[in-house]
């Protein structure tokens, strides 16, 4: 896990930036703060297409009651660009 200040370092180091960003609301944070952990305990086995950052956060993002955030059957983080919302 990173602070702020670690996550701009490693955007920064690793040549990294953000794709999108998706106004979410979870109604049960523990929940999802749960499945954080757990996630984060285990060895996350990346597969690229279907296993992949946007799909871990979707998996904590339901945990916590929140929506499903991929359309598709092979939905891809970079299709995701336009789901950007004002603040």
Known sequence: MMNEEQFQRYLKENDKFIVSVIRVH?????????????ILSEKWVWGAIVHNCESMV?????????????????????????????W
Not at 26 to 38: F, G, R, T, V, W
């Open 26 to 38: 979870i109604p049960y944070p523990d929940k999802a703060q749960l499945k954080l952990e757990q």
């Open 58 to 86: 979707e998996e904590i993002v339901m945990a916590g009651g929140g929506p499903k955030l991929k359309r598709g059957r092979l939905p891809l983080p970079m299709d995701a660009t336009d789901m950007c919302q004002s």
